[in-house]
């Protein structure tokens, strides 16, 4: 796996809540500063990254309650 920081991804950012694994493909992080966006990671070129801005979140219904 791709160490996270080497791909300019923020330490603080780098936790359960922000770090999403999507299989062994891809690395998907949120980042709140210094505006809000995701940075999808694609494993198999661990050195290049995709940035993603959004103003607001989709909501999921399978974790709404």
Known sequence: MAKLPSVEINPQFITFTDVTMESNKY?????????????????????????????????????ER
């Open 27 to 63: 690395t998907c992080v949120r980042e709140t500063m210094p505006q809000n966006s995701i940075v999808i990671i694609d494993m198999s070129v661990p050195n290049q990254r995709r940035l993603c801005t959004y103003e607001s979140k989709l909501p999921n219904p399978c974790f």
